[in-house]
């Protein structure tokens, strides 16, 4: 017999082509998602609007199945870390992050990550495998269950950030297909806005997320010139800064586009000066941005030391006086080791391979 399905895998639209192909209305993808996405229903009984015979089809040939949480670590600012298990080798890292006015979930796409760049204890680890559609969303489904979601039926994750670990744009299929159950309405529902997609400049899946999904777009810059920047974000050799910049022009060429988020962390004497400054202002002059200024977040075994608070806001002050909007991103809980750039996961050393870094063009 074949496999079943995991339906964790599909948004919408396979699903419309599912049911169809089973001479189903595609209306019986709009129920089902619903099920799963607003009621967290995901147990073939309950769903009282598909006929009998649907629901043991269903049965029979589909399955859900999503990662699980095995530990969960809460801040003393509120933050909540969960250790979640793909399989027997592999676990990852999400983050929720609460605030007055908003909740954000940050999210893994890969298990470890092949980019190296040098301030990242993420990159230490190397690079095991993609995350699967269900491994990515599943972060978010069992993020909204463990938070009480989907019995208060109020939205306690509002926004959803591509910022754990991985480089979304290396995962691109897996990612969009997510980004899709994010966006349906019949799903979470969220809007573009809400969602930010981080990458380290992957040049070629910026220009696909610009045709397919515009979301929001953060760019882990952390420099202003090609010399460091090859040095702290080794993919920079693949793609200049240059090109990079270029493409977040194109993908900020329409007037109602969001500004791109440009992420700077702050190293202590080594991009951090006021030239660093003045030289990043030139960089960004003709694209629509704001600044996050990162102060670095320590790890076991890492080179680097944080600016000081001094030196970061007079950086900032250089950026706000040529009219760039920035501001120095807060470090949330850094006491359970769930600040940008501390997520590790697990998994035995022995799965690590290496990805290609390159993107095909398509
Ligand atoms: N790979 C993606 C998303 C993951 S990292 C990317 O590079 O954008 C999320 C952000 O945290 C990135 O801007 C990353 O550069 C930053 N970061 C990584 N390590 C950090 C550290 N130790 N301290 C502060 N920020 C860090």
């Not at 919408?12 to 619903?34: C, D, P, V, W």
């Not at 380290?200 to 420099?223: C, F, M, Q, T, W």
């Not at 990079?244 to 791109?260: N, Q």
């Not at 030289?279 to 694209?287: A, E, F, G, Q």
């Amino acid at each position: 017999m074949a496999d079943k399905i995991n339906l964790f895998e599909y948004d919408r639209k396979m699903l419309e082509s599912y049911f169809l192909n089973i001479g189903e209305k595609t209306f019986r993808a709009h129920q089902l998602l619903k099920w799963i996405y607003q009621y967290g229903i995901i147990d073939f009984e309950s769903m009282t609007n598909l006929s009998y015979d649907l629901r043991t089809y269903l049965k029979e040939n589909t399955l859900f199945k999503l990662p699980e949480i095995i530990d969960e670590k809460k801040s003393k600012d509120g933050t909540k870390k969960w250790l979640i298990k793909l399989d027997e080798k592999n676990s990852i890292e999400t983050v929720f992050i609460p605030e007055s006015d908003r909740g954000t979930l940050c999210i893994s796409t890969q298990v470890g990550c092949a980019l190296d760049c040098k301030f990242c204890s993420t990159a230490k680890q190397g690079f095991s495998r993609n995350l699967t559609t269900s491994e990515i969303i599943g972060q978010v489904w069992l993020a909204n269950k463990t938070l009480g979601h989907f019995k208060n039926k109020k939205r306690i994750i509002t926004n959803i950030v591509f910022m754990g670990m991985g480089e979304p744009l290396l995962n691109y299929n897996n990612v969009i297909t997510s980004i899709n159950l994010m966006l349906d309405d019949h799903c979470f529902g969220l809007s573009k806005r809400r969602i930010t997609v981080s990458t380290s400049g992957i040049v070629p899946g910026i220009d696909r997320l610009k045709e397919d999904n515009k979301v929001s777009l953060a760019i882990s810059l952390h420099a202003s010139n090609d010399e460091l920047r090859n040095n702290i974000v080794p993919i920079n050799r693949s793609y200049p800064m240059s090109d990079l910049l270029s493409a977040c022009k194109r993908y900020t060429e329409e007037k109602e586009d969001d500004p791109i988020t440009i992420e700077y962390v702050m190293l202590k004497d080594i991009n951090d000066s006021l030239q660093d400054a003045h030289n990043l202002v030139k960089c960004l002059h003709n694209i629509p941005s704001k600044v996050n200024l990162i102060p670095f977040n320590k790890f076991p075994e890492a080179h680097f030391e944080s600016s000081d608070y001094g030196v970061i806001n007079a950086f900032r002050d250089v950026l706000i006086k040529s009219g760039i909007f920035a501001i120095t991103r807060k470090t949330r809980g850094d006491d359970i080791d769930a600040a940008c750039g501390q997520l590790v996961g697990k998994f035995l050393a022995k799965s690590i391979k290496h990805q290609k870094n390159t993107m095909e063009l398509i």
